[in-house]
């Protein structure tokens, strides 16, 4: 699989020959879809929770009479038929949302995500990517000349400038190849790879 690799200013100034084992996959939708649900489900902290019958403040007295009222019988106010009343089945903080992927898939998935992206032009490399302070309004310059709004970026080392320097920018994410996750890949337009990171994303997808 041929990548683009781009220039300074964004424009394709050669190919780089990839991989087919990473960048050149058949594209797997039910598997993407799959680890994409886990990794999102993996992140919930599950620390909501709801209040069964027990739980709520409210009064044990019975609201009414059992007979000659023509409603249904009430023992009290917290049943939770009743507005305001306790849940049947409350959530709890202790709910367990994560979905076990086996690694094979996951490195599967990961690389039917990186094969479709190269297909649409959505991912392309780069010589490297550096900056000499750790200055946004530099790194931004930088993207706005190879004319990326909403990028990825998969470095094969983030030194402190460069992470000082995207952290605060819009629709950007500068990672390494170990921190490169599904849902991200889907998200962002256009994906940019430095060349040592490709060796990188070679020994962990392949």
């Known amino acids: 699989m041929q990548l683009e690799l781009l220039n300074d200013q964004g424009q394709a100034a050669s190919k780089l020959e990839a991989p087919d084992t990473v960048f050149g996959r058949e594209y797997n939708e039910d598997l993407v879809h799959q680890i994409v649900v886990a990794f999102q ?7 909501r929770a709801q209040k069964d019958r027990e739980q709520v ?3 044990t007295k ?3 009479k059992q007979k000659g009222t023509g409603r249904a019988r009430a023992g009290m106010t917290s049943s939770p038929l009743w507005r305001g009343g306790g849940r049947i089945f409350p959530n709890s903080p202790e709910e367990n949302f994560t979905q076990k992927i086996n690694k094979k898939m996951y490195r599967a998935g990961m690389a039917s995500i990186f094969s479709q992206l190269a297909r649409e032009g959505r991912l392309a490399v780069v010589d490297s990517l550096r900056v000499e302070s750790p200055k946004t309004k530099a790194l931004a310059a930088k993207f706005k000349a190879m004319n990326l709004d909403s990028v ?6 983030v030194d402190e400038n460069l992470y000082l320097a995207s952290r605060n920018l819009v ?12 849902v991200s890949l889907v998200h962002y337009r256009k994906v940019l790879v430095t ?5 990188k994303l070679k020994e962990m997808f392949a």
């Not at 489900?41 to 620390?47: E, H, M």
């Open 41 to 47: 489900a993996n992140a919930r902290q599950g620390t």
């Open 57 to 59: 403040k409210h009064s």
């Open 62 to 64: 019975k609201p009414f």
């Open 152 to 157: 990825m970026v998969i470095a094969d080392e």
């Open 171 to 182: 629709n950007v994410l500068v990672v390494e190849p170990r921190y490169a996750d599904p």
């Open 195 to 199: 060349k040592a990171a490709v060796d």
